[in-house]
Every structure is written in C-alpha cells, then in structure tokens.
C-alpha cells in the first residue's frame, strides 16, 4: 500500500507544468486576424527564446493602431520566471539598449505582453498572445 502512495505521489508531481513548462512553445500575437508577432520560448538547462521584429503603431491611448509582421526574428535577453510572469530583454539593433517586456499569463493558453520600456517614451498597452502549440 506504501508504494502505491509513493508512486501516485510521484506521477502527480510529473504531470504538474512547473513554470518554465507553461511559457514554453509558440505564441503569436494577432492584429484585426493577422499574426503579426511570434514569440518561442525553448525550455532545457536554461530558458531559451526568440520574438519576431514587428512595426507597431499606436494612438494617443497606447491602443495598437496598426501591426506587421517582419521576416527577421532576434534572441531573447536574460529571460527570467517569476510566479506566472516572464521578464526578458530584446533588441533588433545591436547598438541600441535593448527593451524590456514582461509575458504574464492570463489562461492556459494565452498572455499579455507588457513593454517594460518602451522605445522613445512611447505609451504601448499590453497585447495579448495565444499559445498555438
């Protein structure tokens, strides 16, 4: 009966997603239906990723106003969980400070993207991204 107890046990803590698990995979980020950014996130010994170079604009608000997806694609920096929050930097310019973001989840399958810092002192609401796999 012991041993019982101990693997059920054992299988439970498996088939719990630790942190890094539930950010791990693909999320795009859509603007009037379209993807226009795509963020990958690879779990192993450390936390791994890559986000797409997209051209935003927004209004007055910090609402997004338009949205395109760029071919190019650029590694995350420093990327670091926290509860149920991802914090990492990202630049498509080597020369330039890179941007901070924060990934919270929301659900199962779906985030917000905060700027942390935003280019130019520009005012960007988060966005929200939906896990494709």
């Known amino acids: ?20 698990k539930k950010f791990t995979g693909t999320w795009e980020a859509r ?19 890559s986000m797409s170079a997209v051209d ?10 338009s949205a395109q997806a760029k071919d190019e694609e650029f590694p995350i920096l420093k990327p670091n969980i926290e509860n149920d929050s991802l ?17 919270k989840l929301t659900g199962k399958q779906e985030a917000q993207l905060r700027f942390v810092t935003t280019p130019e002192g520009v005012k960007i609401k988060p966005f929200s991204f939906i896990k494709r796999d």
């Open 31 to 49: 603007f009037n239906g379209a993807v226009f950014c795509i963020l990958k996130i690879q779990s192993g010994d450390k936390l791994t990723g």
């Open 87 to 103: 914090t990492f930097e990202w630049t498509d310019d080597p020369n330039e400070d890179p941007l901070k973001f924060e990934m």
């Open 1 to 20: 009966m012991r041993l019982a107890a101990i693997l059920f046990s054992v299988v439970a803590l498996l088939g719990q997603d630790t942190p890094a």
């Open 56 to 65: 935003i604009g927004v209004d007055g608000e910090g609402n997004l106003s």
